[in-house]
């Protein structure tokens, strides 16, 4: 958190599932995901929603400067990968491990000031049977994101073990209809874990926390 008396800047930047049908000609809409729903749980923190549907690592890559360098944020979340492996099938257009941890550790490297950082874990919620087959391609996209967060002094949303621990009980389709964009059962699901990862609290670079993504 930031000193007393001070508003709190978050910002998310990521694909479809934080863009959440925001109004991209207005810097204040939120969208309808769980960006929102944070918005309205910490009424006093000023929250930027730069997530853009369809992005990959290199998507976010090719904008950070633009738009998250601007941004001046006390807290930066992260939020990335499930397109690194869906346009594999869908567009025979993969995206290595490898590749999407190079692209995702330039992106750690190129983070404006100081904030705290969250990093939140892509997830697949299989709902046909060929997406099973998907699962393998993300893991080493969870896996990169994971390691970085704990490399990077980063809080980390552990989305996919949390989503599929729900759908358990509710079922997937419930959750995500395609596998992928979120119910607005799921957004709140996603916007608590933010919250709980939010409240857990991760260093600063300040604060001791490493910066470091190497």
Known sequence: MT??????????????????????ADAGSLGDG??????????????????????????????????????APDVLTLYVGVND?????????????DDFEATYRRLLDRVPGSPRLVLVEPFLLPVRPEQHGWLDDLAGKREVVGRLAAQAGAALVPL???????????????????????????????A???????RSGAPSP????????G
């Open 3 to 24: 000193g007393s008396g001070t508003t709190e800047r978050l910002v998310f930047v990521g694909d479809s599932i934080t863009d959440a049908g925001r109004d991209r």
């Open 34 to 71: 769980y960006v929102r729903l944070v918005a309205d749980a910490l009424p006093g923190a000023q929250v930027r929603n730069l997530g853009i549907g369809g992005d990959r690592a290199v998507d976010l890559e090719a904008r950070w400067d633009r738009d998250v360098a601007a941004s």
């Open 85 to 97: 492996t869906w346009r594999r099938f869908d567009a025979d257009d993969p995206t290595s491990a």
């Open 160 to 190: 996919h073990t949390v989503l599929t621990a729900a759908a358990a009980d509710v079922g997937a389709q419930a959750l995500a209809p395609d596998g992928v964009h979120p119910t607005p059962a799921a957004s709140r699901i996603i």
């Open 192 to 198: 608590d874990a933010w919250l709980a990862a939010h």
């Open 206 to 213: 300040a604060d001791g926390g490493a910066r470091r993504s």
